[in-house]
């Protein structure tokens, strides 16, 4: 799992949208659409959330994500639906996939095959390279649906090749990180790490959190800034009790009004006794941002692991509920 979480800059060029896609994202723009609705779920539904979270100022449509089995009402013909399981197994996707083919929806597939490939026939299917966990494949996800959604809403693509050499270069030396993703590890270590991010790095807490659910096994949880000044922040009058590590996840692009609100809160988690911690990485744009601090995470979950002694590749108890729900694979 370490190469695999090690090879993001790489997976991050990987995938290249094939002329099917492409010509069908092109016509679903010239036709006109109202929305885009990604539906994916656990490490197939995260690359999704930081694509809308990334593109939430430049879309003049909704881009949303849904991870369920039936589709909201909302998601008519004129939406186009993104499913993406890397297994191509997962029954929600499934599901969610056949509610949109109902609906008439204009669907794009990305999967390494299973039962989702033979679901999406005669539609455009964009193949992943096979052989990873889904979670990792994040970045290979990434690199497809991102230019996806762009060529649909007629945006700029983004330069993803220079900012995998971003996250190259980041990834040659931690020692210019405040911290390393190491010592992190070991500042974590027997403590419930909640990360709390803003905007585009709301999902990359969120992110984070599911990557030490799923490589480290250890409970963690996220939350996003301003909406945890209306609620965690009371929760802070219990740290004493819980042995909470916050990660607050600082962005280049704060205005003053987040920065005061970020310095605020964190006034109040210290005197709580909750020892809270900034975590800036430096970087911008956006993209190299929410990549970097994903990579980073990532990496993070993986040293955590290590540290416990467990298997960040298995996933026992993912594939027993599965087995119980009649999905083998
Ligand atoms: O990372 C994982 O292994 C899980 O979170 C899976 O992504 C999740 O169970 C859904 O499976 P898939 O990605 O194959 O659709």
Redo the contacts with the bound molecule.
């Keep these: 799992m370490r190469s695999m979480v090690e090879g993001f800059p790489l997976m991050l060029q990987a995938t290249r949208l094939d002329k099917t896609t492409l010509e069908a994202a092109k016509h679903t723009r010239q036709t006109g659409i109202d929305g885009i609705c990604l539906v994916?779920?656990?490490?197939?539904a995260i690359a999704g959330e930081i694509c809308a979270a990334y593109l939430s100022d430049r879309s003049t449509i909704p881009v949303v994500t849904f991870r369920g089995y039936t589709m909201p009402p909302f998601v008519s013909e004129r939406w186009a639906v993104i499913a993406v399981?890397?297994?191509g197994?997962?029954d929600e996707?499934l599901s969610a996939l056949k509610s949109a083919q109902s609906r008439g929806c204009p669907t794009f597939t990305f999967t390494t095959g299973g039962d989702l490939e033979k679901l999406a026939k005669d539609t455009p299917i964009q193949k992943l390279t096979a052989g990873f966990?889904?979670?990792a494949a994040l970045p290979l996800i990434l690199s497809g649906i991102l230019p996806l959604l762009e060529t649909i809403l007629g945006l700029e693509r983004t330069d993803l090749q220079s900012v995998a050499k971003g996250l190259e270069e980041m990834s040659k030396d931690w020692q210019n990180t405040p911290i390393t993703p190491r010592q992190l590890a070991k500042d974590a270590s027997g403590k419930i790490p909640l990360f709390v991010g803003w905007k585009h790095l709301a999902p990359v807490a969120y992110r984070a959190r599911c990557q030490m659910n799923?490589n480290a096994k250890v409970m963690a949880f996220n939350s996003e800034l301003p909406e945890a000044s209306h609620n965690e922040i009371e929760a802070t009058a219990s740290c004493d009790e819980f042995p909470l590590l916050p990660v607050f996840l600082r962005s280049t692009e704060e205005d003053q009004k987040t920065q005061d609100r970020f310095e605020a809160t964190l006034e109040i988690f210290s005197k709580n006794g909750c020892n809270p911690m900034n975590l800036e990485l430096g970087l911008h744009p956006r993209i190299q941002e929410a990549l970097g601090f994903t990579f980073f995470l990532d990496l993070l979950s993986i040293e955590l692991a290590e540290l416990r002694n467990v298997d960040p590749l298995e996933?026992k108890r993912?594939t027993e509920l599965k087995k119980k729900l009649g999905k083998t694979t």
């Design positions: 994916g779920m656990g490490g197939s399981s890397y297994s197994y997962t996707t966990q889904p979670r799923e996933v993912i």
